[in-house]
């Protein structure tokens, strides 16, 4: 079975500074898709970032970058100049590139990030 | 952008009512998803839907089900609320080719009294 762990419940940073979020996945599989959502408080989840397996270039979005070594199965989280708006909770999540599936997503438990003036 | 919404924010039920949460999306997407997300477990998927009339079940489907008669429309039903599934259910929607992503509704709290 596939499985993501967040291993941080908690993150705090301070405003202008850079943080790293963790998640690790577990897969037999050699194709799929690695994403970040973000949820801020009492509000919608959006797609952070995007990271297909097969490209060896991490992605990057504005103060938004990961770092994805597939090896090891480890796909984290860095924001820099770390912004007020960033307070929220982070999840991590896979989806197996079987196109079948229907685009099914398995989420981390999430890391709460608290981001202080 | 696509608009994925939920009939209502908030749900207070009681015990043994039959409780339906309904979500609409409106980019012609033909996957749709539903969520139950509880504090340390993340999201969990109950069903989910990749055509009209056609639905799978997820990792979590028992006490529930769905209904999608309509490609905009997925319904979750539950049939008889029970205390366990008091939570946070969220929608999600996605276009049919591998790797798209999903996009959210705001989310239904529901507590089951």
């Known amino acids: 079975a596939q499985t993501v762990t967040q291993s941080q419940p908690e993150m705090s940073v301070q405003e202008a500074e850079t943080v790293t979020l963790s998640c690790t996945y577990d897969?037999?599989?050699?194709?799929?898709?690695l994403f970040w959502y973000k949820q801020p408080p009492s509000r919608q989840m959006i797609l952070v970032i995007r990271?297909?397996?097969?490209?060896?270039q991490n992605a990057t979005e504005n103060r938004f970058s990961v770092n994805f070594q597939k090896a090891a199965k480890s796909f984290s989280l860095k924001i820099s100049d770390s912004q007020l708006g960033d307070t929220a909770m982070y999840f991590c999540?896979?989806?197996?590139?079987?196109?079948?599936?229907?685009?099914?997503?398995?989420f981390g438990q999430g890391t709460e990030l608290s981001v202080k003036p | 952008d696509v608009k994925v919404t939920q009939s209502s924010r908030y749900l207070v039920k009681r015990t043994g009512e039959k409780v339906f949460l309904e979500c609409v999306q409106d980019?012609?997407?033909?996957?749709m998803f539903w969520y139950r997300q509880d504090p340390g477990l993340g999201l969990r998927l109950i069903y989910f839907?990749?055509?009209?009339?056609?639905?799978e079940k997820g990792d979590i489907p028992e006490g529930y089900s769905v209904s999608r008669e309509k490609k905009e429309r997925f319904s979750l039903i539950l049939e008889s609320a029970s205390t366990n599934q008091t939570s946070m259910y969220l929608c999600?929607?996605?276009?049919?080719?591998?790797?798209?992503?999903?996009?959210f509704g705001p989310g239904t709290r529901l507590t089951v009294t």
């Open positions: 999600a929607s996605s276009l049919v080719g591998t790797g798209d992503f999903q996009s």
């Open positions: 897969t037999s599989e050699n194709n799929y898709y």
């Open positions: 980019m012609d997407h033909e996957n």
């Open positions: 999540a896979f989806m197996p590139y079987l196109y079948n599936q229907g685009g099914k997503l398995i």
């Open positions: 990271q297909e397996a097969y490209k060896q």
């Open positions: 839907s990749y055509d009209v009339k056609m639905k």
